[in-house]
């Protein structure tokens, strides 16, 4: 099955900085998401980006697909970025598409 | 919109012993998905259903959980008997059904925390 890995593993940071989070994958996919899961275990959609950048605020995320990869940027972070981002990629099997999920960056911002 | 729902929030069984979870999906999402998170890694895909059809339960280890999604809507995982290595999240998600093509988005519940001691 397709390979999805995150780096880096862990993070720390102090608030006000800036933070690149890279995720890359073994195959063609056909859509890729940037989940953030809070200390209370919620996974929350933060992009659907199967190519190009898109901007929410003071995150964007960029996928180069043809290069298999996608980057996750959070510019001036804030305690409140803190948490485990994941990234996941939908494969199409079979008329079905499956989500696989990479091991996720865990990041602590300090104030 | 009413998201996700996941009920108990909270488990602590003996090894050997029986639990059951349950989830609710999104009003009108066809796909609905349990996943298993170990504590340290990603999600694991368990089992997906389209409507109340299985279309991947590779990664479910049938010999002890069980799911079923009846009339198409809510859905029970059951693991009977537990073991130590079940203690995990387990994280139901719904999205719509686009046809032959990948949903543009999914929706977790907050998940079930099991204990197994």
């Known amino acids: 099955g397709i390979q999805v890995e995150q780096s880096p593993p862990d993070l720390i940071l102090q608030e006000g900085a800036n933070s690149t989070l890279r995720c890359n994958f073994s195959d063609s996919v056909n859509n890729l998401q940037w989940f953030h899961q809070n200390p209370w275990g919620q996974l929350i959609n933060l992009f659907y980006?199967?190519?190009g950048t898109k901007q929410n605020g003071r995150l964007s995320a960029t996928t180069v697909a043809t290069e298999r990869y996608s980057l996750l940027y959070i510019s001036s972070s804030q305690t409140t970025d803190s948490g485990v981002y994941f990234c996941a990629v939908f494969i199409m099997n079979s008329g079905y598409s499956t989500l696989t999920f990479g091991k996720g960056t865990m990041l602590l911002v300090s104030p | 919109e009413a998201g996700v729902a996941q009920s108990p929030r909270y488990k602590i069984i003996e090894k050997r012993q029986s639990v059951a979870f349950w989830c609710n999906p999104i009003?009108?999402?066809?796909?609905l998905y349990w996943y298993q998170q170990i504590l340290g890694q990603g999600p694991k895909l368990l089992i997906q259903?389209?409507?109340?059809?299985?279309?991947?339960d590779s990664q479910l280890p049938k010999d002890r959980f069980s799911a079923e999604r009846l009339k198409g809507v809510d859905s029970t995982l059951k693991i009977q008997p537990a073991k130590l290595e079940d203690s995990a999240v387990y994280l139901c998600?719904?999205?719509?059904?686009?046809?032959?093509?990948?949903?543009?988005?999914?929706?977790f519940g907050e998940g079930s925390w099991l204990t197994v001691v």
């Open positions: 009003s009108g999402h066809a796909t």
């Open positions: 980006i199967p190519s």
């Open positions: 259903f389209q409507n109340n059809g299985v279309v991947d």
């Open positions: 998600a719904s999205s719509p059904s686009w046809d032959r093509r990948p949903p543009t988005t999914i929706y």
